[in-house]
């Protein structure tokens, strides 16, 4: 269940339309929780991905259970299930049913069942599975019978057979309206249902569930059908290439009694063994790319799980067609030759060049446009991470705080004595993970008001050098009160609409806050995000719970890293999950870095097909003209006019090409970037560039043939003809 804008929403709202909706059978809200978790099973610290659910949970997802009744695995509060992995993890050999979990300070879980790994799903990895009702001890707020965080968690309905609950979606969204604060005050106004099979791709923010990229999807689609398409057109290239040697085989063969249809279908076998043959060679090689393949799409695939009598047909089906293709044109060619033509000499000249100059503008085309989108991507990519976000981010590194603030204190103090630290600070929040959401109805504005709050002591407020362009003195006695007082954002004075010279707004009937003054706009995230209001409030160690410790060297960041890491694993016996700022900037765009390795790694496989394909027709061209040449060179030809002539053949098609290719990568390229609001220009050297590109490989392709062909001995050649 979502709203227009996404699928989240409050988890003990599932147990208000149960009671109201017959027409559900189960229900069963799950959060994944946010944050690496640190758990203890004895002395021994782990880190671990907790998923809350509730009890029903078994009921509508099946993941196997390798021990334990499914209907009575979460019966208790106390009981969990842990993953086969963390099992082996945490217990080695041991038997880990009845074993205990402490999750934090009120929390501690039975081991009541091990399920398999939970992969292929858009639920996320769990090490440990508990009760959803144990969310409160971790963020009491999600638990509210008022449906705070609203969009923290995921509901999912099991509708009775024959039921149709999304005629029931007005319905739904008229009694949130009455209880639900977030239709309330109209921040959303519709229900949706979305089928879980096609939660994967759908268009909706589906937060901490796991989805798939469509655009990547179909961009590994579209450049790898253009290096099949390649593939195929210089199978078809290289054979009409020999088509002068083939068509004497089979013009002997004619004279020996095979027919035209028997000539036909054996080069169509030929081409079809052959497309099997790469068929077999190439998953070997994807098996081998495996690895490299699951890095480069950040999933997890297994060739083996694709194995089906549904897939073999299929991908014989595809060898028989892509066979047919392959080689209809370069069969009807040669299976039709006429035996006099190769008596006479002059099918080889008939043919020449007919069928290959189009492939090899066609190669080029696809070429530079593939050039053209890599260069741009990769600019564009780097555009953003480095775009400025109205904070500082060089030299800072963001530790998630965990829970023991005892361990907190003495890591910072250790850290303090590091001569490459320049100083510790302390946040509830920061620009890049953007702290807390608060969303309330103003009364004065008659309007709603959401804005995101960020907290910090003065060390954080420096480092990240925040600038307060209107400062209204009040004071620094708000230190310790988080809803009472703050600095808005620009953003967020002009969407509350505040007064000039305004010091408090009211928020609601209990709640008056006070504005020690404005701050510069920061965007929160990465430059993509929309400019969000932001309140950002002074707090200490002392009264505030920290969320992040951040840390500002100087010096040389590897070397301070590695000495942070060695203290907080020291101190906290966990594994160090501190980042750079600017780590996590770029780690944020990590779809774009996908695609454009992806983009920049077929358009490698794409040059070098085409260069293959380029040399094999240059030689047979060159073998072509072998008389022409040598005719030339007796009537007084230079060497060096022989050769630029045959290089400015092949530089031609290259030419060609970047006329076609200019427009059709530009207009590609100019829709790919209107999904960017901060975006580069597209500038001609990116498209000069590509064309130049393509041009001295073309030339280095074709100039060792051509050099050897203006150099060789003009008498050798006429003898041979």
């Known amino acids: 269940m979502g709203n227009e804008e996404r699928l989240g929403s409050a988890y003990r709202l599932a147990y208000r339309i149960q009671e109201r909706y017959p027409e559900i ?38 993941f196997k259970l390798y021990t334990a009744n499914p209907a009575q695995v979460l019966a208790a509060r106390n009981y969990a299930v842990i993953s086969r992995t963390f099992a082996r993890k945490a217990f080695g050999n041991e038997d880990p049913l009845g074993k205990s979990i402490t999750l934090n300070d009120s929390v501690s879980v039975i081991v009541n069942g091990v399920m398999e790994d939970i992969k292929n799903s858009i639920i996320p990895y769990c090490d440990i599975l508990v009760r959803i009702d ?66 994967y791709f759908c268009d909706m923010d589906g937060g901490m569930l796991k989805k798939g990229d469509w655009k990547l999807v179909m961009i590994l689609m579209s450049v790898g059908l253009a290096i099949l398409l390649f593939a195929i057109t210089n199978y078809i290239n290289l054979t009409v290439a020999q088509s002068g040697f083939r068509a004497k085989e089979m013009a002997a063969r004619r004279l020996l009694g095979s027919t035209r249809q028997e000539l036909f279908a054996r080069l169509m076998l030929e081409s079809t063994l052959l497309c099997l043959i790469s068929f077999l060679l190439a998953l070997f090689l994807a098996a081998l790319c495996i690895p490299y393949a699951n890095d480069l799409l950040a999933t997890k695939i297994d060739i083996a799980d694709a194995v089906s009598a549904g897939s073999i047909w299929a991908s014989l089906c595809l060898i028989l067609i892509l066979g047919s293709i392959s080689g209809w044109l370069p069969a009807t060619l040669i299976s039709n030759v006429n035996p006099l033509d190769i008596a006479k000499g002059s099918f080889g000249r008939r043919n020449k060049m007919v069928f290959s100059r189009f492939f090899i503008i066609f190669q080029n085309v696809i070429t530079i446009v593939l050039l053209v989108a890599s260069i741009t991507m990769a600019v564009q990519t780097r555009h953003l991470i480095h775009a400025p976000l109205g904070y500082n981010t060089k030299n800072i590194i963001d530790v998630p705080a965990w829970n023991n603030k005892e361990e907190i204190s003495v890591f910072a103090n250790e850290v303090k004595q590091l001569a490459s630290v320049k100083r510790v600070g302390f946040a509830q929040g920061t620009p890049f993970n953007g702290g807390n959401n608060f969303t309330q109805e103003y009364p004065d ?4 008001l959401s804005f995101q709050f960020l907290g910090g002591d003065t060390a954080c407020y420096e480092m990240l050098n925040l600038q307060i362009i209107k400062d209204n003195h009040l004071g620094t006695s708000n230190i310790n009160h988080y809803f009472g007082h703050g600095y808005l954002s620009q953003q967020a004075v002009k969407e509350i609409e505040m007064e000039e010279g305004a010091t408090e707004i009211r928020v609601n009937e209990n709640w008056t806050l006070q504005v020690d ?68 900037i770029k780690e944020s765009f990590a779809s774009e870095q996908r695609i454009n ?76 970037l209107d999904d960017y609001a901060y ?5 001609p050297w990116i498209f000069i560039a590509a064309g130049v590109f393509c041009l001295v490989v073309s030339f280095i392709s074709v100039y060792w043939q051509s050099r050897r062909a203006a150099n060789a001995n003009p008498v050798k050649a006429l003898k041979s003809e």
């Not at 189960?26 to 009890?55: H, M, Q, R």
């Not at 072509?624 to 060179?633: C, S, Y």
Request: hydrophobic share 45%; glycine share 4%.
């Open 25 to 62: 059978e189960k229900i069963c809200p799950l959060a994944p929780w946010y944050e690496d978790e640190s758990v203890s099973i004895g002395t021994s610290k782990l880190k671990v991905n907790l998923l809350f659910a509730d009890s029903t949970f078994f009921d509508f997802f099946d």
């Open 517 to 584: 003054g404005v701050i510069r706009d920061i965007r929160l995230g990465n430059i993509t995000a929309d400019l969000r209001p932001v309140l950002f409030f002074f707090s200490s160690f002392e009264s505030r719970y920290p969320w992040d410790i951040l840390i500002e060297t100087q010096g040389e960041p590897d070397i301070t890293f590695e000495q942070i890491k060695q203290i907080y694993e020291r101190v906290t016996q966990l594994d160090f999950n501190g980042k750079f700022v600017d780590d996590q």
């Open 445 to 448: 504005k008659n309007k709603n």
């Open 134 to 199: 144990n969310i409160k001890h971790f963020n009491p707020a999600m638990d509210s019978e008022e449906f705070n965080n609203a969009g923290s968690a995921y509901i999912f309905i099991l509708e009775k057979e024959n039921a149709r609950l999304q005629d029931k979606a007005d319905d739904m969204a008229a009694f949130f309206k009455e209880i639900f604060w977030l239709y309330k005050q109209e921040i959303v106004n519709k229900v949706q249902f979305i089928p879980l099979k096609e939660i």
């Open 597 to 672: 390795k992806i983009v920049m790694l077929f358009t490698a496989v794409a040059v070098l097909i085409a260069l293959l394909g380029l040399l094999a027709m240059s030689t047979y061209f060159i073998r072509q003209r072998t008389k022409e040449i040598a005719v030339r060179k007796v009537h007084g030809a230079e060497n060096f006019k022989v050769l630029s002539e045959l290089v400015r053949v092949f530089l031609g098609y290259v030419l060609i090409a970047f006329v076609i290719a200019v427009p059709v990568s530009w207009y590609i390229m100019r829709h790919w």
């Open 679 to 683: 975006r580069i220009s597209l500038s």
